[in-house]
Structure formats: C-alpha cells, structure tokens
C-alpha cells in the first residue's frame, strides 16, 4: 500500500512538471491534452485508493454470498426480489466478476420468494456490504387491476464466504442431512429422484436446503456452502454486538430500518438513507449501476470511527 502511494505521489510530481513545461511553451496544445489525461488518471487511482481505506473489515477481501428474501406482500414483494436479483447479477456482470446462483425458491404467481448468490471477484464482499439491508419499492403495481400504487419490502443479506478449513470446524455430529424429492420446475429427473437436500446445524438451529442442482452431491455441497457462509456470519453479528454492548450504541433492526428507497411512480428517485446519495436514473440502477451508491457508502466509512 506504501509504494502505490509513493507511486501515486511521483506521479503528482511529473504532472507538475509538465504545467512549468506549458508555462515555457504556451502553444504547446499536447502537453495540454496530456497533462488532462495524466490528472484523471491520477484522480482515477486516489479514488480507488481512498475506497480501499474503506475495507477494514476483517473478511472484506473476500467473495460474497448474498441472500435475498421478499418480505410480506405476496406477488408484489417476490416479484420485487427477482428485479433486486437481476440488478446484483447484472451489477456482478458489469465489474467482471463471476456469479452464480445457488438456489432460488419460486414466487406462488411471479418473482421469487428467496434466492441465495455467490459472488466472486476481489473484495467482492468489501463492496456488497453497502446493501445489507432492507430495499423498499415504490411503484404502481402490474399485478393489481387498478393499478394501485404499491410498497414492497426485501432483505438483503451480504455474508463472506467461509474458508472452512480457517474459519470453521464442522463436526459431523453437529449436522443432520436430510434428503427428499424437489419440488417446482426442473424436469422429470429432479422430481423422480431425492436430489434436494436440507443441512441442519444442530448447536445451532440453522437450517439450510438446495434443490437447484440435479445431483444430491452438487446440492449438498451448495448447502453446506451457504451453511458455512451463515455460521461465519453468526460469529460476526456476535462479535458485533458484543462491541455495541462495550461502547453503549443501540442496534437499529427491521423491517422499518430501510436502508433504500427506489421509488418509480409519482417520481422517480433511488435514496440511500444513510449517506444521502441520490439518483433519478432508476432505470440504470435496476440495470446494475450501483457503484455511485457502493462508493458513498464506503466513503461515510472511511471517515467514521472503528
């Protein structure tokens, strides 16, 4: 980290010898031109490097499981987890990362009721952890008649990924697998055969079931991935509140903590409620374009207090 910013700081200094060289020759329109392309350059690289500041936490170099769950609401509300789903897989796509979709459970009419996806890219989990949170939609509805407007509500939850051999010990007798037939689409294969599979962590109660994949190994490993993603979240969230205890903060929680607001009808806005940013480019937003919100959100960190 050291040498970027002593590179970055000799790169100041060539730029500002190219100004005292246009100052000797006025007419000089290229050393114009490249002395512009020098300082967005360097501008380019302090951004970056500002926001790298903003990765302290002790996982954030790591890939991301996400999880997105549609709050109350019905049609409306899974049919909003599926566009918020479509928005971080696009938003995945657009900075090169890989993702992949774990396991999803259907909406009763439209949408999805849950999904769970793996994200990865470096700091992957660094970037995501600005939308942890509940997402509120405000919109006229396309499944009401009198096309009403409509509040809907989803979770997102951002988990890092777990090293098992690092950061968890799984005994055996601490988990109870248990098979069975899958339901919803996938084909005849997965309906005839007990390929879903549900990992229970008995010290813990936490349960977790796949049903994407047609083979029970494929799905039992999936399960067991997002397991690990769960219980190293669970130690996080400890840790977490055991410092809030310490220092004497309150921890906001539910559903009315909304941490954004993309409102479509009678305006259109996308708000961050905890750093203020804006936009009213909604379409751009649901198609991906996070990183105004993802480097706010990093910037308030970096100048808060550990």
């Not at 977790?208 to 994949?213: A, K, R, W």
Request: net charge negative.
């Amino acid at each position: 980290m050291v040498e970027r910013w002593r590179g970055l700081e000799k790169k100041v200094a060539d730029i500002a010898e190219l100004v005292s060289l246009t100052e000797e020759e006025e007419d000089d329109v290229s050393l114009e031109e490249e002395i512009r392309v020098e300082t967005e350059g360097v501008a380019a690289r302090l951004n970056a490097l500002e926001l790298e500041m903003a990765f302290r936490g002790e996982y954030d170099d790591r890939n991301a499981i996400l999880a997105i769950h549609a709050g109350a609401g019905g049609t409306e509300s899974q049919d909003w987890a599926e566009m918020l789903m479509r928005m971080y897989l696009r938003w995945a796509e657009r900075r090169g990362f890989d993702a992949e979709v774990l396991d999803t459970s259907l909406g009763d009419e439209a949408g999805i009721k849950s999904a769970i996806i793996a994200i990865n890219g470096d700091y992957a989990c660094g970037y995501l952890k600005s939308e942890h949170g509940v997402h509120r939609l405000v919109r006229l509805s396309p499944f009401d008649a009198d096309h009403a407007r409509h509040t809907s509500f989803v979770l997102v939850e951002v988990m890092p990924e777990a090293e098992m051999d690092i950061d968890l010990k799984m005994e055996p007798d601490d988990l109870r697998i248990d098979v069975y037939r899958s339901s919803g689409p996938g084909g005849q294969h997965m309906q005839k055969t007990s390929s879903a599979v549900r990992v229970t962590h008995l010290p813990t109660g936490l349960v977790v079931t796949c049903q994407s994949e047609r083979s029970q190994h494929q799905n039992k490993e999936t399960a067991l991935k997002i397991l690990g993603a769960r219980l190293l979240e669970l130690e996080l969230e400890k840790k977490s509140e055991e410092m809030v205890r310490l220092k004497g903060k309150r921890i906001d929680a539910g559903w009315g903590s909304q941490i954004r607001s993309y409102v479509l009808h009678p305006y259109r806005m996308v708000k961050d409620h905890r750093t203020g940013y804006e936009t009213n480019n909604t379409e751009a937003v649901l198609d991906g374009e996070l990183d105004g919100f993802i480097t706010a959100y990093l910037r308030s960190l970096a100048g808060k207090e550990d």
